[in-house]
């Protein structure tokens, strides 16, 4: 199963997404999968096939301002979680996509969550793995001093900053191969590092989370949480507190695993999603 690579301009801002089609039975809804900072949609790489191999189409995009979608400057883009929202929702518009499984990572996939909150009629199912969901979430200081004064704008132009968080935050080495497609938008223009830091800088975590600790509460739908145990920034507690205080919640612990899950335990991830969203079929 090959994954194809597409680009799609909606309110002239350029998203890119890599699609993998269906086998097979088609009466599966479609998944989305959300990627989270200074990764990009390359990060579900080994998911997608595998849903489309059970018959399930699956879209993964780059964020605006990551990987190969569009960089727009500030003024364009605020970078804030309404400018994600905004954007995304028109993303989903333009592919015609009426209800759909929902799967996010990482800070950024805190606003796939907000969006969830605000189109909830959109989401079948909804899996959440180490996405900040707790408003003791804090950016860890690796991200975050990529947002100071002056030091970030240094920091956000070094394409290595890619293998220090990727490898940091999963707290394993990445191949090369793999590596080399995460810097490419880094070495290829400045944008890039202006978008990250601009979402650094306007991520607006606490009132974030502050949505989704509240709203998640009257959450209907299933939510299936895969959760790292050795991530050092979003301890298993929180997934714990989260599951506790929602319905219809079922976390799955992840051993020797870090913050990006997908990145090197597909197979273990894969045990649990693929038929998580096999749960509900299109209607």
Do not use: C
Not at 33 to 59: D, E
Not at 67 to 85: L, Q
């Amino acid at each position: 199963m090959s994954l194809t690579e597409h680009k799609i301009t909606v309110n002239s801002l350029e998203w890119f997404y890599r699609e993998a089609e269906p086998v097979g039975r088609t009466d599966l809804l479609p998944v989305v999968l959300l990627h989270g900072i200074v990764a990009q949609s390359y990060s579900w790489r080994n998911i997608l096939p595998a849903l489309a191999n059970q018959g399930t189409r699956a879209i993964a995009p780059d964020w605006i301002g990551y990987g190969f979608s569009s960089t727009p400057e500030k003024r364009d883009f605020a970078y804030t979680p309404e400018a994600f929202i905004t954007a995304l929702e028109g993303f989903i518009k333009a592919l015609e996509l009426e209800q759909f499984s929902l799967v996010v990572q990482g800070f950024l996939g805190s606003v796939g969550l907000q969006y969830a909150l605000r189109h909830p009629e959109q989401i079948a199912n909804l899996a959440i793995l180490n996405t900040p969901i707790s408003t003791a979430a804090k950016l860890p200081w690796k991200i975050k001093q990529m947002g100071l004064p002056l030091a970030g704008e240094m920091m956000t132009q070094d394409p290595l900053l890619v293998d220090r968080t990727l490898e940091g935050g999963s707290r394993y080495r990445i191949a090369d191969k793999d590596l080399d497609v995460y810097r490419k938008p880094y070495l290829k223009s400045s944008a890039s590092g202006r978008g990250l830091l601009a979402t650094i800088r306007n991520l607006q975590l606490d009132s974030a989370m502050t949505e989704i600790t509240s709203g998640f509460k009257q959450w209907q739908q299933p939510i299936l949480i895969q959760w790292g145990m050795i991530d050092p920034w979003l301890p298993i507690e929180m997934a714990e507190n989260f599951t506790n205080s929602v319905q219809n919640a079922e976390l799955v612990k992840l051993n020797n695993v870090g913050h990006y899950p997908q990145e090197h335990y597909h197979e273990t991830i894969l045990e649990d999603l693929l038929p998580f969203v096999r749960r509900t079929e299109s209607r």
